[in-house]
């Protein structure tokens, strides 16, 4: 038997993880302690992220407003007069609003990519749909429909 340091609960020694390196051979926390806190770290890291990455463009305001100012440019040279903004603005809304009924992360992702080496798609309703942000963001500007090459 040996007493867990976190939750101070005696417990057999099956309880607990081999650690060769101490004398009586476990560690020092038993198995749930370590997998709680495990878990709670995990559950931080996105938060953590977040928490980075808007203070890195809080640092870095005229690099991020370029890019946001660019982006959009790029989406009004490739916007043709014929695109239906009434039709584009409800894609995004229906990706607003996934994102809020299911808890995940919903991206409006063009079909064909605005920019690519070998193609440039429209920013157009038909080529637009709404995906999951896992989806999309593993998808990049690599693969679309009728790819040349693709099998």
């Known amino acids: ?7 101070q609960i005696e417990k057999p020694l099956t309880a607990f993880y081999i650690e060769r390196r101490v004398k009586d051979g476990c560690t020092a926390e038993c198995r749930a302690c370590l997998t709680a806190a495990a ?12 928490a980075n990455n808007q203070r890195w463009y809080a ?6 407003t370029a890019k946001t100012h660019w982006r959009r440019a790029q989406k ?16 995004y809304d229906l990706a607003q609003r996934r994102t809020k009924a299911t808890g ?3 991206h409006v992702d063009h079909i064909v990519p605005l920019r ?15 995906i999951p942000k896992s989806t999309n963001l593993a998808k990049g500007n690599r693969h679309w429909p009728d790819m040349p090459g693709a099998l």
């Open 1 to 7: 038997m040996k007493t867990c340091t976190k939750c």
């Open 39 to 50: 878990n709670a770290q995990h559950r931080a890291k996105p938060e953590k992220t977040k």
């Open 59 to 64: 640092n870095n305001l005229a690099w991020s």
């Open 76 to 91: 009004r040279h490739v916007t043709p007069a014929w695109a239906n903004q009434f039709f584009i603005s409800e894609i």
């Open 104 to 106: 995940i992360e919903w």
């Open 116 to 130: 690519s080496n070998i193609v440039s798609g429209l920013h157009v309703e038909q080529n637009l749909r709404v």
